[in-house]
């Protein structure tokens, strides 16, 4: 099972399929666990911001795992992230003793300096455990929590059990360069940087020195083609491929709306029932999902994986 | 049992004492019940950031509302305010089940127009049901949302089951008035006004139309006589009292620490039997103890509750 | 002149150039005024952020708005935002005096509630003076001010001389629907909508009610093209030339960095002599610039304009 | 003059007094230069906050800083902060050959990071010049940029030239305790540490750590009695001063309408002519001023500076 410093590849971010009535959509959960496995995902994230973690009740959260952890064969991260760090080290444990690779947490806006920041993280792993292994989310612009590169080597530094950088900051292809960099020169220990933003900077970020990517696009297999094109060094298909998905993907990466997008495309896809996600946070108009439509047909044009 | 539109009075929002293992702790929870009630309490509001709600377990949180509504002769309000409304429905439903006179209602910082403040409420009285009384707590300085005069007054009209403005803005004394003129000239329906802040600005805010105080400082019984004094117009007995108190009030009114020197106080006047709060947050260094230890020594000159 | 309720078109939110020495270059001003002018544009903005007007002195600012205006033979619009209601009613009156179009406000993080946002523009309009045409910004990602649909509402209906939005929240697709259904009800009077975001969304804006553009993108001439088309009912053209566009668009539209991006641009494309910026703010690195060449490279196979 | 590491004493900030037409009311400000010296202060800090100084034009600011450099016989500290580092260098500049012991600089709510933070200050310090000695203003409740003692440390030992530390954290007492434990163990260099926050903690900051008060109560002439009653090891009669003030102390310190307070405090007492602020910002009404002679009253009754 890859989830570690070495890891490479797609991480899907994993929405939260729902019924009318508002429970979690078994039936859709598992379709959708197989379709990012057959998509070719090198693992699976749970219960991030795209799966509404922050809607779900603590036994909602710890069923949707068992029941991913089981049907997977590649490995689940899970996102953990909780204002309670006793709810945050429960959940931790629990996933962990069903089996999940690791876990992910992220900071919250009220950390306004490296300090309070380093303080975060040691509650953090303190609640988790020092042997779970986890994914470090940096992600100022939903979390309002800025993760400088040298503080991203502290908190590496701190806590060896951390593997991963989810790394999504705006912008962030700079960042990336200074990372790989100090790493280089030996300031720096190892450790799977994936990336995500939507996808937003996918043409460039392998580059940069990115392992992939951890992102909630609906596309997942595209993710992976483009994953693969850039191993091999072919730029300019790789970026054929990505320009032709740009227009949806920043679809998907607005605020609020950007859920609605992505559950509407997994479930044009196939790969879930229905498009329904709890309160709050907008939902696509008929007039949305017509343009959504458009995009996709234009899509179609290029990649016959939109054509549905 | 007073919790409507015409409470007035002392609603102490009351602390969760923990164990030396962080679990609840039972015993000294009864005796702050008590402890409440014997100061002369109109009420008690339990699950509120002093009472550290946002560190606790969902099972938790529903065993303290049941042991301090079993316990208390006065009404019970509790905080519901949670980022998933169904986590906030259910623990509302639960603990009215329970017996609880009513809920405590926040906003977040997320909430930044007048429309997403009033959607917010919306929802929040959808998921507790239109039934259930609450209380709107307007506390800027923490939660970063801003209710103005006008929005205050929408949410009141848009929702019969509020019964009552927690008051914490800062400044708010012309807030007060403005909001009572506003009523006055019927533009306004009539509600309780209850001010928190610590209690930073209790010796005007009576005269500004306040009802009473809902705050957590650690001399109950000193806010229920001023309150009082108020009430019955000895203005310079009350200002009296109200300033040998304030050296001790601003110190627990500190963002942070202000908790730490809240259950500290409650511990030294044999509330609770420890101060121990829950991570994250600051504890009382031995220099901070003894500075409270100073300031209460000092109070005791003009107040015998503090002779301890 | 074009600069009233009925406005349509593309008003590029102008660049300052400047010289190693950090001063102006006023040649390069001239020449980005004319590069402007010849791309079709309706009218211009300036000091806008883009324009770096927060790193101007007020006399740099008052004799930048005289050698564009003195050039320009479009309408001017100048931006005026200043944490100063006394600094920005004299640089209005001035540029008016100097004979701009109109000035353009905007609020800032520190407005958090509509009345606080409402003395916000009252304070500002009487700052500018009654009879001052000017554009209302509406950018809450870089801004923190949120502007509702009733609000903006509430601002044109206070202020008749306000005759322009420029729309940039994000997501606002369903927002320029919503305003234009307000109007269409008449519970909304008239005015111009310009749409900005970097031009992120322009493939949609239009057809959601659009009037046009307000936007810094370095390719105005591709700008005035795509309103062109969008005019003319030419949908499928207007999205290839947009898609063939937006990943320049999106490189651009980064905060920070995207600045330095547009200067690149502008300077690859010959409108200014440098891409010098002041401080602070990243500048482009010789990776990031090959970035942009590459996409420029790419573009120039479908749009011969970036052919350079 | 005293303006460097070893300083001592209060420095009161002094507000910015205007007549009925706005303009800077130059008569008072004689006064008010002369009410401060002669309550016995160290020095006088202009143009912070408390003066003001964002809603004045630059030749303003500048006028200011010579009419009181000129004729005050105390150090005078000029506070520069502006989001233009070209509009800080210039001001800094200019008084500094006016005279100026030194100038005030603070952070700004865009620096979300340690390595922000760090930048902001290399850029401020190349803007007023590596020579110029300064005082770093640490005020998160209102500048929204949060500096740890890490941090603090960092930009001490980044700039020699930075003589002293403005403190007003809240809360700060632990943080005094920890600054001077690291100057102690040689973790950090020597510097001077006056406290603000509007004298809210006063009462204990010196046995923390600090060397003085950089604050703009109305009631100078008390400040100096508290230092010199702390110096002494009068605890008890230092804080029985403190507590007669602090009613007062509290509502200057409110956000916003605080100033209103100081203002009408300064002109009861005579130092200035009129309590005219420029807009934004509240002023006080009618009951606000009765309450505020109210407290005078009885801070009368212990204190004479308040018969008036």
């Known amino acids: 099972m890859s989830f570690g410093i070495e890891t490479k590849g797609v991480y899907p971010i994993a929405a939260t399929p729902f019924r009318p009535d508002m429970s979690v959509d078994w039936d859709s959960l598992d379709r959708l666990t197989d ?67 690791g876990v992910m947490i992220a900071g919250h806006a009220g950390l306004r300096s490296d300090e309070q920041i380093a303080a975060h993280f040691r509650n953090a792993v303190d609640a988790i455990g020092q042997d779970t292994p986890w994914a470090l989310q940096d992600y100022p612009l ?57 996808g937003m900077f996918l043409d460039f970020e392998p580059e940069r020195g990115s392992d992939g990517a951890m992102t909630g696009y609906a596309f997942p297999d595209a993710l992976v083609e483009m994953d693969r094109l850039h191993r091999e060094g072919q730029r300019d298909a790789a970026h054929d491929l990505f320009d032709a998905h740009l227009p949806l993907i920043r679809m998907e990466q607005q605020q609020g709306v950007g859920l609605a997008v992505s559950k509407y495309l997994l479930m044009r896809r196939g790969a879930i029932a229905r498009d329904i996600k709890r309160r709050p946070g907008p939902a696509l108009t008929p007039r949305g999902r017509e343009e959504i439509d458009y995009l996709l047909a234009r899509l179609a044009r290029k990649d016959p994986r939109a054509a549905i």
């Open 142 to 198: 939903t979390l309002s929590v800025v993760l400088s590169v040298p503080m991203i080597g502290r908190i590496m530094a701190d806590h060896p059990s951390c593997v991963m950088l989810k790394a999504e900051d705006w912008p962030q292809l700079e960042k990336l360069s200074a990372i790989r960099a100090a790493q280089a020169s030996g300031g720096m220990r190892a450790f799977s940087i994936l990336t995500a933003n939507g």
């Open 35 to 101: 379709f990012y496995q057959d998509a070719g995902a090198t693992g699976i994230t749970i219960l991030g911001i795209l799966g509404e973690a922050g809607k779900l009740e603590p036994e909602e959260s710890r069923e949707i795992a068992a029941r991913v952890i089981a049907r997977a064969r590649v490995p689940v991260v899970v996102g953990v992230s909780n204002p309670s760090f006793a709810a945050m080290g429960r959940l931790a444990r629990e996933v962990m003793d069903l089996g999940a690779a």
